[in-house]
């Protein structure tokens, strides 16, 4: 279906992760920002699992081998085809031999690719996703290289979802400083009552060390009551892990399957692709929540994907 031509800063296959393994040491990877990931896939008619491609920041060019419909959702790095500046969150008619790249930035940090009937890779453990720290799933368990043939599943599906777009109401912003809500725990009484203090009156910047695994941030730190050290127990996604510098790092898709340092709180899902967004020098602040406030939220998180999955 497309032939790499650039493949830009970093692109890889994505699906929704790989679970069940964690406990075997291999991460559950899958798309960083699931919500852009999934409306991409909803305007093309796709599953919400279906592979995309997740493309981080700039640079990829792709040839379109045949013709194919495809939408592009997340990270604004100003997409073209052949030259000529197409929307995003929008379905879009691709002819063979068309030229698609992404030629700057606008916003965001990580942009998905959907084709209708879904990219064809091999499965590996259940899931297509690149796992690029162990080297497996996607195309050899890397980002993609100049060259590479993407494959999928057919266009059978293509007349139903021609011409599709959605509301602007649905469209995240990706502005260049957040606010983020957050659940206390597992380890919250870790942490003196400045501490905790600190963490939610501060404002974090992004570090240029941060990635699919983890978003690093730097600014003030954040005061343990005792030791940082923990034993090792199973990471998620969404979990604000604060080691021994008192700096907090945000674990993201690709996050090691355990971690063995104290963990101040998560953030809530709704909330994950805000993080899935950041770039280094972006600015972070958090925001307490409860338990019976962030399952309020995703249930109707839930609800809008159900209604439009209705009505695709």
Same mark, same amino acid.
């Given at each position: ?6 493949? &830009? $800063? ?6 929704l992760g790989r679970k069940g393994y964690q ?16 409306? *991409?896939?909803?305007?093309?008619? @796709?599953?919400?699992?279906?592979? !995309? $491609?997740?493309? !981080?920041? +700039? &640079? ?15 990270? @604004?790095?100003? #997409? ?10 929008? !379905? ?14 606008? =916003? ?16 590996? $453990? ?25 494959? !999928? ?21 990706? #502005? ?14 870790a942490f003196t009552s400045k501490g905790l ?15 699919? +695994? ?20 199973? +990471? ?8 021994? @510098? ?26 994950? #692709?805000?993080? *899935?967004?950041?770039? #280094? ?16 939220? $995703? ?12 009505? =695709?």
């Amino acid at each position: 279906m497309f032939k790499i031509i650039k493949p &830009g $800063l970093l692109t890889t296959v994505q699906d929704l992760g790989r679970k069940g393994y964690q406990k075997y040491g291999l991460a559950t990877s899958g798309a960083v920002d699931s919500y852009a990931h999934r409306m *991409a896939n909803i305007l093309v008619g @796709n599953q919400d699992g279906d592979a !995309t $491609l997740e493309v !981080t920041l +700039m &640079g990829l060019q792709v040839e379109a081998l045949k013709n194919c419909i495809i939408s592009i959702t997340g990270g @604004n790095f100003n #997409p073209c085809i052949n030259h000529i500046h197409v929307p995003m969150w929008t !379905t879009l008619k691709v002819k063979k031999g068309d030229i698609l790249d992404f030629t700057g930035y606008t =916003s965001g940090c990580r942009a998905y690719i959907a084709v209708a009937g879904g990219i064809q890779v091999e499965e590996f $453990l259940g899931s297509k996703s690149t796992d690029t720290i162990s080297g497996v799933g996607g195309i050899e368990g890397r980002g993609l290289e100049k060259g590479d043939i993407i494959h !999928t599943n057919g266009t059978t599906r293509v007349k139903c979802h021609y011409n599709r777009s959605l509301s602007p109401s649905l469209i995240p912003t990706y #502005p260049d400083n957040i606010k983020v809500r957050v659940l206390l725990g597992p380890q919250d009484d870790a942490f003196t009552s400045k501490g905790l203090e600190t963490f939610f009156s501060s404002e974090y910047i992004v570090s240029k060390d941060s990635d699919r +695994m983890a978003c690093r941030l730097e600014g003030p730190k954040v005061e343990h009551a005792t030791s940082a050290d923990i034993l090792s127990e199973g +990471m998620f996604q969404g979990a604000i892990q604060v080691p021994k @510098n008192g700096l907090p790092i945000l674990f993201q898709a690709g996050r090691q399957s355990v971690g063995g340092y104290t963990k101040i709180g998560g953030v809530i899902t709704v909330d994950q #692709p805000k993080v *899935a967004q950041l770039k #280094p020098r972006d600015r972070i602040t958090f925001e307490q929540v409860t338990l019976q406030e962030a399952h309020a939220l $995703l249930r109707e998180q839930e609800r809008l994907f159900q209604t439009l999955r209705v009505h =695709s």
